[in-house]
Each structure stands twice: as structure tokens, then as C-alpha cells.
């Protein structure tokens, strides 16, 4: 069965931070590796990765898969407030047609 | 706005009852995703339909179904409503079918259930 593991499940930085999410999977047949933000309520597209190695980047977020090591790392530079929400990691294979999601890293920015 | 539109946005409703949310995908969109979340649980994928077709099925129980109409939107039907199916209820939407091709996926703002 395939699985997406995100870790820390839970974070609290203060503003000015650096944070590092991490998602890890297992799956069959790998297609590609989605990152969304969720506030109040619908999942927000960040970034979709299918190549090893190759940063995504927008404004403070950047992302970067390894394909070999079979995770992939969302890093937010210079954190504000606005950055709190629950950070959601999701992978799409060639052996199913559906997104399958990790349980999200909840991410508290404090002034 | 990421043009996946959801209605309603809430509602509540008693046990045994049949609810029907809907959902209508972004212009271009073919595919169509239903995920449930629960507070304890992540996005537990339902259903998935692309242009009319049923593709794939997830933790969808018998008492829950789902279409995709010939103008693409879909409805997410739940009958013999229990206590434990007070949820959000999302819908997404992508071009490609996520299989085999690389597609992003759009949210709805989702449907809160409660069920009293």
C-alpha cells in the first residue's frame, strides 16, 4: 500500500525563522510530488516536483525532490506570520490515479 | 481562487438523512477528485471520475456515491447519514487523470457536513 509520511506532525517557530518540512513515500511507480498550504479551509496548490534534484521555488518557499532517497523537503525562509497553516504533502503514481496525502505538518508562526 | 467551485458551503442535517453536494470543476478540468477530512484524519481520498468515467475509488463506503456529469461537474451523494460522517467534504479537479501524465490538482473550498 502506498504511503506518504510528513514530519514534524506539528511545529511553532518565531517570526524570522527558517523552517524545514519533510515528506517521505512509499509508493509503486512514482509519478510526481505535490505540496499544498491549508488555512482555513481548501488546500492551496504550492508545488508539483517530478524531477530529482530540480528546486521549485516562490518567493520564500522552495522545494526539492530526491528521487533516490524517496522524500522530499519544503523549506520556508524568513517566516511571517501568514506561513501559519497546515503544510500538506501528496503523491501521484502511475500505479493509481489518485492523490494520495500525508497527514500535513501544522506550521504556528509567532510574532 | 483556484476555479473549482463547491456547493454548499455548509450543512447541517440529521441522521439517516440523504445530503448531495456538488461540485464543478475548472474550465479545462476533466478529472474530478472527492476527499473527506475528518478532524482526526488527513484527506482520506473518496472517488475519482475523469470526463464522465469512474477512475478510481478509495475508502468510499456503500452508503456514498458519485458522478460526473456530461458538462464535467460532479455530485457527491450521501445517504443513511451517520454521526461519524461530519466532515469536510473537498473536491479537486486536474486536467490529466494523474496517471501515466503530470498534472497539478485544484481545491474546492469544500463542503463542512454536519450531521446532528
Known amino acids: 500500500e502506498d504511503k506518504v509520511v510528513q514530519s514534524p506532525l506539528s511545529l511553532v517557530v518565531h517570526e524570522g525563522d527558517t523552517v524545514t518540512l519533510n515528506c517521505s513515500y512509499e509508493v509503486t511507480n512514482f509519478r510526481s510530488l505535490l505540496w499544498y498550504k491549508q488555512e482555513k479551509k481548501a488546500p492551496t496548490f504550492l508545488f508539483m516536483l517530478?524531477?530529482?534534484?530540480i528546486e521549485k521555488k516562490s518567493g520564500r518557499l522552495s522545494s526539492i525532490l530526491d528521487k533516490k532517497e524517496l522524500f522530499s523537503i519544503l523549506n520556508i525562509t524568513a517566516t511571517q506570520t501568514g506561513d501559519s497553516a497546515i503544510y500538506l504533502c501528496?503523491?501521484?503514481?502511475?500505479?493509481?490515479?489518485?492523490?494520495?496525502f500525508g497527514k500535513g505538518t501544522s506550521l504556528l508562526v509567532t510574532p | 481562487d483556484s476555479g473549482v467551485t463547491q456547493t454548499p458551503k455548509h450543512l447541517i442535517t440529521a441522521t439517516g438523512q440523504r445530503v448531495t453536494l456538488r461540485c464543478s470543476p475548472r474550465s479545462g478540468d476533466l478529472s474530478v477528485y472527492w476527499y473527506q477530512q475528518s478532524l482526526d484524519q488527513g484527506l482520506q481520498f473518496l472517488i475519482q471520475y475523469y470526463n464522465g468515467e469512474e477512475r478510481a475509488k478509495g475508502n468510499i463506503l456503500e452508503r456514498f456515491s458519485a458522478q460526473q456529469f456530461p458538462d464535467l461537474h460532479s455530485e457527491l451523494n450521501l445517504s443513511s447519514l451517520e454521526l461519524g460522517d461530519s466532515a469536510l467534504y473537498f473536491c479537486?479537479?486536474?486536467?490529466?487523470?494523474?496517471?501515466?501524465?503530470?498534472?497539478?490538482?485544484?481545491f474546492g473550498q469544500g463542503t463542512r457536513l454536519t450531521v446532528v
Open positions: 517530478t524531477s530529482s534534484g
Open positions: 479537486a479537479s486536474s486536467v490529466g487523470q494523474g496517471r501515466y501524465e503530470n498534472t497539478e490538482a485544484f
Open positions: 501528496a503523491v501521484f503514481s502511475n500505479s493509481g490515479y489518485a492523490l494520495n
